[in-house]
């Protein structure tokens, strides 16, 4: 039996991250799916952007594509590690699909959002 490329499984979509220091501030961008299968990757790249110790933590919410609850957990749990070290975690910029499960969840309240990420470090710059 031949498989022609249609046949063939597509790779699942992954998750990709970048952090970068802004001033006192660290910015983590996600980008593409945030599910149970990238959650670890998420989980990592948000850890170790908290290492860095900012003053303040943006997570860029812009390019993600697909957010499960597992993405909602796992923005949840930093906002609470952060917390008890100190550090506030801020939103930027959700992309339609995390609005959609930030608000049907309730937990839209549950966090700082900023259009820009100017806009949320400017608070924090000394």
């Known amino acids: 039996m031949t498989s022609t490329p249609a046949d063939l499984p597509m790779p699942a979509p992954g998750l990709k991250t970048d952090t970068v ?5 660290v910015v983590c961008v996600l980008s593409g799916d945030l599910h149970a299968g990238t959650q670890t990757i998420g989980e990592r790249a948000l850890g170790e952007a908290l ?3 900012p ?3 943006v997570v860029d919410l812009n390019a993600v594509e697909l957010f499960t609850a597992d993405g909602l957990n796992l923005l949840l749990a ?3 590690t952060a917390r008890v070290r100190g550090v506030p975690v801020v939103l930027v910029s959700p992309s339609a699909t995390v609005h ?3 608000d049907v969840t309730g937990a839209t309240e549950s966090f ?3 259009s820009t990420v100017a ?3 400017a608070r924090y710059t000394p």
């Open 112 to 114: 700082t959002v900023h």
């Open 78 to 80: 930093l906002q609470e």
């Open 55 to 57: 003053v303040v933590l």
């Open 119 to 121: 806009e949320a470090t």
């Open 100 to 102: 959609r499960v930030l």
């Open 21 to 25: 220091r802004v001033g006192n501030a």
């Open 51 to 53: 290492e860095f110790g």
